[in-house]
């Protein structure tokens, strides 16, 4: 989708013989870069999709219920 999108933006944008020749360039590289991403490893894409939409720092936080990773002598409870 975003290959299509890049293409038609040169093409548009520029609306002339060089314009349509970039994009069709462009097309052409991009299409075999993607054709060589499938190859490498079909679920190249879901992993990509699944890693943008992760956060880039996750705080670290206990719940309510958590148990200590302290041993008991280092609790400093009664």
Known sequence: MLAVLTVALVVVSGMNKISFIAGALIWFLLMLLLIKMAKADP???????????????????????????????????L
């Open 43 to 77: 679920m190249m894409s879901k992993v990509y999709t699944r890693h943008i939409k992760y956060k880039s720092f996750y705080p670290a936080k206990a719940g309510a219920f958590a148990e200590s990773s302290l041993p008991a002598s280092r609790k400093g409870g």
